[in-house]
């Protein structure tokens, strides 16, 4: 099963209690421990997390500093954990961007966990799917054969994705927004949709089993009937 994030709500978390952003990036960043332990606990195969968007790089330069900051933090601090509960890390988006400090802080943790075989990890940085989808066609458009499979091995390399992940079974986005923002728009073409308005770091092991619970009740189709519709 392959569930996504997006987490949304950390500002909003903040101001309302008059603490600056950067204090809701970090009650944030506990709630990802918390939430990936629950998701390994619960044997989903891939969790990807959207992380840091394209169009995030628009925010005041010390929020995305302090982003950066939590990111880089997590990287040194949860490889060991992610290797205690054989979860495999990959960041996916560009990488052209960022820092080369960063660029390998994610290559030592990509390498270290190799080899894990549980829960695969995925943290969208610096991601955008329009351009992710755009940058695919472009190295595609001189070949003529082009099927699915062939379309999804190019789009995985475009986002520095280890493997071709399934497509996304459940897409959850907390803090009550209904959108998504730019986020997997191929992957979760048949995804089921959990929107809740509980803020980010609100977000905790029983609220992510709910949606699970939810997700469960859904009768997925993919465009046919089900056998009691025939």
Known sequence: MHVAIIMDGNGRWAARRHLPRTAGHRAGAKAVD????????????TLT?????????????????????????????????????????????????????????????????????????RI????????????????????????????????????HAIDSAPDVDLLIRTGGEKRLSDFLLWECAYAELHFVECLWPDFDASAFEQALTEYGRRDRRFGGLTAAAL
């Open 34 to 45: 918390a939430i990936v332990t629950a998701a390994a606990r619960q044997r989903i195969g």
């Open 49 to 121: 997390l959207y992380a840091f968007s394209a169009a995030n790089w628009n925010r005041p330069r010390a929020e995305v500093s302090g982003l950066f900051v939590l990111l880089r933090r997590y990287l040194l601090t949860q490889t060991q954990r992610c290797l205690e509960q054989s979860i495999r890390i990959n960041v996916i988006g560009r990488r052209d961007r960022l820092s080369v400090e960063l660029r390998q802080l994610i290559d030592h943790s990509e390498r270290a966990t190799a080899h894990c075989t549980g829960m695969q990890l």
């Open 124 to 159: 969208a940085v610096d991601y955008s799917a329009q351009h992710s989808l755009l940058e695919t066609c472009r190295r595609l458009r001189s070949q003529t054969d082009i099927d699915r499979s062939r379309f999804m091995e190019q789009l995985a390399a475009v986002d």
